[in-house]
């Protein structure tokens, strides 16, 4: 069955940078033919739409991160990346991998979620 873990999630100050990670496991084909995506939730906020991405072409943020965030892949390694530089403290939250089976990257219905992993920015 499919799963993906992530990892990389910490303490950060103000401005600095972050590396999450999402390893799938399970696919019956490579992580790059699926279209692999990052949410987030804050307490007592809804979870929300970071970046998502099926190719290089079909690569999309969340104004919000727009700029500051950026999504790349490790096929070899079925590997999901999210740079995060520049934090502010509204980045804090729980951030999710997912996977959309056939969608562009958008990630308006995903198939698989990950359990999280905590980011916190400290002001």
């Known amino acids: 069955q499919v799963r993906l873990v992530e990892s990389g999630g910490g303490l950060v100050q103000v401005g600095g940078s972050l590396r999450l990670s999402c390893v799938a496991s399970?696919?019956?084909?490579?992580?790059?033919?699926?279209?692999m995506g990052w949410f987030r939730q804050a307490p007592g906020k809804e979870r929300e739409f970071v970046g998502g991405?099926?190719?290089?072409?079909?690569?999309y943020y969340a104004d919000a991160v727009k700029g500051r965030f950026a999504i790349s892949r490790d096929n070899a390694k079925n590997t999901v990346y999210l740079q995060m530089n520049s934090l502010q403290p509204e980045d804090t939250a729980v951030y999710y991998c997912?996977?959309?089976?056939?969608?562009?990257?958008?990630?308006?219905?995903?198939?698989?979620w990950g359990q999280g992993t905590q980011v916190t920015v400290s002001s």
């Open positions: 399970g696919l019956t084909s490579n992580v790059y033919q699926y279209a």
């Open positions: 991405s099926r190719s290089e072409t079909m690569t």
């Open positions: 997912a996977l959309d089976k056939y969608g562009s990257g958008r990630m308006s219905s995903p198939d698989y």
